[in-house]
């Protein structure tokens, strides 16, 4: 049987612990994983070279890291997949609202590159409430960080919000 790449896109502003949730269960139904970090497309709070850092920083020491790898990516996702020659993209769907999302970006994906696919995972309930978003206003408040992202991420957060 042909090697299953799973290629995990994202912005990962930062790389959470529900991220690092669905990379390891993805992990579990594939060979490999690219975990790819999106340059552009919409304001971030670090610049992509850190969530790359911050990514690889929070896949130490999880079972198969030797099957990961991190990369920053620019343009198109279909044609990162095409590249690589991934057998599907990992993708976590927490809410309703997140589902539509993933069906859009799908479908058009589908339409760009005929033969995409898509492996979507349900993160564990005690994470399914963590989004990069609401880590950086907790980030920004000063609020405990490590129930919701690995301690790399945390302390990167801390000294990016020094009084927060
Ligand atoms: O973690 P996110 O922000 O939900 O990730 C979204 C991401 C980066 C996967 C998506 O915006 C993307 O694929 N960007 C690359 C540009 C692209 O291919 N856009 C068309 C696909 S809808």
């Known amino acids: 049987m042909s090697e299953r790449h799973f290629l995990y896109p994202g912005t990962f502003d930062p790389f959470t612990r529900g991220h690092l949730d669905i990379l390891e269960r993805g992990l579990a139904l594939c060979d490999r994983v690219t975990v790819a970090v999106a340059a552009g497309g919409k304001a971030t709070l670090l610049e992509r070279d850190e969530r790359v850092e911050l990514a690889r920083g929070a ?12 990369i920053g990516f620019e343009g198109l996702l279909v044609d990162v997949v095409r590249d690589l020659g991934a057998t599907a993209v990992l993708r ?5 609202a997140d589902l539509e999302h993933e069906q859009a970006m799908a479908a058009l994906n589908r339409v760009l590159c005929p033969g995409f696919e898509v492996v979507a995972l349900f993160p564990r309930p005690e994470l ?6 609401l880590v950086r206003d907790v980030a920004r408040c000063g609020g405990a960080l490590e129930a919701l992202v690995t301690p790399g991420v945390a302390e990167a957060l801390r000294r990016r919000f020094p009084g927060g």
């Open 59 to 70: 896949l130490t020491g999880i079972a198969g890291v030797d099957r990961c790898r991190v």
């Open 128 to 133: 399914a409430m963590i989004s990069s978003t």
């Open 92 to 96: 976590g769907v927490r809410s309703q």
